[in-house]
């Protein structure tokens, strides 16, 4: 609901920054900004009210970084073209964003073919393993890493299965588990 409410406030921002009319010169340019602003509001209170929770996993690498950096540095291109009033800079400053852009995709296509052709491991165990793998490690005593399996393996249930209540049950029951064995390992003051 966090995203809601900042984007909430940003459209309201921008509304009064249309009826008041400011910066006249740039009119059409804020008044997409808006729109766009309000719609993304919008979007995230029909969100939230239905219930819609976003879950991004993955690990932040330098091919990710690299692509972010260039698409930040493409965007302030083509916001500095439309700000600027000089054609000739303008021109320059279209030509620059175009070829940051070319750039980008470039490095956006050499970073995905390197991940298709195997640059990046990707989980090859079945959700039987997972649970064979949870089950040794519940049996050596490290809890952690049986709950850490047993949430892995319930990443292959839809939501409606019935088998997803028992893994989250296994679960309870092991943080439970951990809880009692390391509280015997912590000496009483």
Same mark, same amino acid.
């Given at each position: 609901?966090?995203?809601?409410?900042?984007?909430?406030?940003?459209?309201?921002?921008?509304? +009064?920054?249309?009826?008041?009319?400011?910066?006249?010169?740039?009119?059409?340019?804020?008044?997409?900004?808006?729109?766009?602003?309000?719609?993304?509001?919008?979007?995230?209170?029909?969100?939230?009210?239905?219930?819609?929770?976003?879950?991004? &996993?993955?690990? +932040?690498?330098?091919?990710?970084?690299?692509?972010?950096?260039?698409?930040?540095? /493409?965007?302030?291109?083509?916001?500095?073209?439309?700000?600027?009033?000089? !054609?000739?800079?303008?021109?320059?400053?279209?030509?620059? /964003?175009?070829? /940051?852009?070319?750039?980008?995709?470039?490095?956006?296509?050499?970073?995905?073919?390197?991940?298709?052709?195997?640059?990046?491991?990707?989980?090859?165990?079945?959700?039987? &393993?997972?649970?064979?793998?949870?089950?040794?490690? &519940?049996?050596?005593?490290?809890?952690?890493?049986?709950?850490?399996?047993?949430?892995?393996?319930?990443?292959?249930?839809?939501? !409606?299965?019935?088998?997803?209540?028992?893994?989250?049950?296994?679960? !309870?029951?092991?943080?439970?588990?951990?809880?009692?064995?390391? /509280?015997?390992?912590?000496?009483?003051?």
């Amino acid at each position: 609901m966090n995203l809601a409410l900042i984007s909430g406030v940003a459209g309201i921002l921008g509304l +009064i920054l249309q009826i008041t009319d400011t910066f006249p010169a740039h009119r059409h340019a804020r008044q997409a900004i808006v729109l766009l602003i309000l719609g993304f509001f919008g979007g995230t209170v029909v969100a939230a009210l239905m219930g819609a929770t976003i879950k991004i &996993e993955g690990q +932040i690498t330098p091919s990710y970084l690299l692509i972010a950096g260039l698409l930040a540095i /493409s965007a302030a291109l083509l916001l500095a073209t439309i700000f600027t009033n000089d !054609e000739n800079r303008r021109a320059e400053l279209y030509t620059a /964003s175009g070829v /940051s852009g070319g750039v980008m995709c470039a490095v956006f296509f050499l970073v995905a073919a390197a991940w298709a052709f195997g640059g990046q491991r990707q989980d090859i165990l079945t959700l039987d &393993e997972y649970l064979a793998l949870s089950a040794a490690s &519940e049996a050596h005593g490290d809890f952690e890493r049986a709950i850490d399996l047993t949430d892995r393996a319930g990443m292959y249930l839809p939501a !409606e299965d019935p088998r997803k209540v028992r893994l989250e049950q296994r679960i !309870e029951r092991l943080k439970a588990e951990q809880v009692k064995t390391s /509280s015997k390992a912590i000496p009483a003051s």
